[in-house]
């Protein structure tokens, strides 16, 4: 009497085999590599060591692309939080800081001033100055710099741990780095300028973004 075949473990041992076969070249491959790395590293010449080199830096540069994925989500997270929280802080109220000075604005935030036969856009906020004006501080904080910027006459600097706000077109300074300052304190005198007008600069940065000044200072209206 003839036995049974069991088909079953026929193609079960079938596939065992297959799954060894694809085991063993695999490890074969991946022992060759290693050989073949070994063998190159002995000989120790520019030439291989330059390949070496090229192979770390083709590994270092697939976990870079993670790095960055995450640099890029924490850079953008960073960026939501800072505008939520710049909201909250300073435009919940609906309140805007007083003017420094009495004058209008004279130029706007990000309008296209012509400078040396180049075109920038304006990083601040210049008001035009009713008569001689003495600029006082909208914040309270602490005289980080105060310089002079060749023929536009003296910056001042005062920042707190939210925001920074810069005073240009002055002709003296009144304050000098590290004092103390609190809002309405005159930090200065405006000077006159070639058109015989008296000209204030402001710059705004919260958190080290620069911002438009009218946002949040209660300036007339320009002229």
């Known amino acids: 009497m003839k036995k049974r075949?069991?088909?079953?473990?026929?193609?079960?041992?079938?596939n065992f085999f297959k799954v060894l076969r694809r085991f063993l070249y695999k490890s074969i491959?991946?022992?060759?590599?290693?050989?073949?790395?070994?063998?190159i590293?002995?000989?120790?010449?520019?030439?291989?060591?330059?390949?070496?080199?090229?192979?770390?830096?083709?590994?270092?540069y697939e976990f870079d692309i993670?790095?960055?994925?995450?640099?890029?989500?924490?850079?953008?997270?960073?960026?939501?939080?800072?505008?939520?929280?710049?909201?909250?802080?300073?435009?919940?109220?609906?309140?805007?800081?007083?003017p420094p000075v009495a004058g209008t604005v004279y130029r706007r935030y990000d309008s296209i001033l012509l400078i040396d036969g180049e075109k920038v856009r304006n990083s601040g906020t210049d008001i035009k100055v009713i008569n001689e004006?003495?600029?006082?501080?909208?914040?309270?904080?602490?005289?980080?710099k105060v310089?002079?910027?060749?023929?536009?006459?003296?910056?001042?600097?005062?920042?707190?741990?939210?925001?920074?706000?810069?005073?240009?077109?002055?002709?003296?300074?009144?304050?000098?780095?590290?004092d103390n300052i609190k809002v309405g304190q005159v930090i200065g005198?405006?000077?006159t300028s070639?058109?015989?007008n008296n000209y204030l600069r402001i710059e705004l940065s919260v958190r080290g973004n620069k911002v438009d000044p009218e946002d949040y200072i209660n300036f007339p209206k320009g002229i």
């Open 133 to 144: 004006g003495e600029p006082k501080s909208i914040i309270n904080g602490i005289v980080s």
């Open 29 to 39: 491959v991946v022992l060759a590599i290693i050989l073949v790395l070994t063998i």
């Open 66 to 98: 993670v790095k960055d994925g995450k640099k890029i989500y924490n850079g953008l997270k960073s960026l939501i939080d800072l505008s939520v929280e710049t909201v909250a802080v300073y435009r919940g109220t609906n309140e805007k800081y007083d």
């Open 147 to 178: 310089y002079q910027n060749d023929n536009k006459g003296y910056y001042i600097k005062i920042k707190n741990e939210e925001i920074e706000v810069t005073y240009g077109y002055l002709s003296t300074s009144y304050v000098k780095e590290g």
């Open 194 to 196: 070639k058109d015989g």
């Open 5 to 14: 075949i069991d088909s079953h473990a026929i193609i079960n041992k079938a």
């Open 41 to 60: 590293k002995k000989i120790n010449l520019v030439s291989t060591n330059n390949f070496l080199k090229g192979v770390r830096n083709n590994i270092v």
């Open 189 to 191: 005198k405006t000077g």
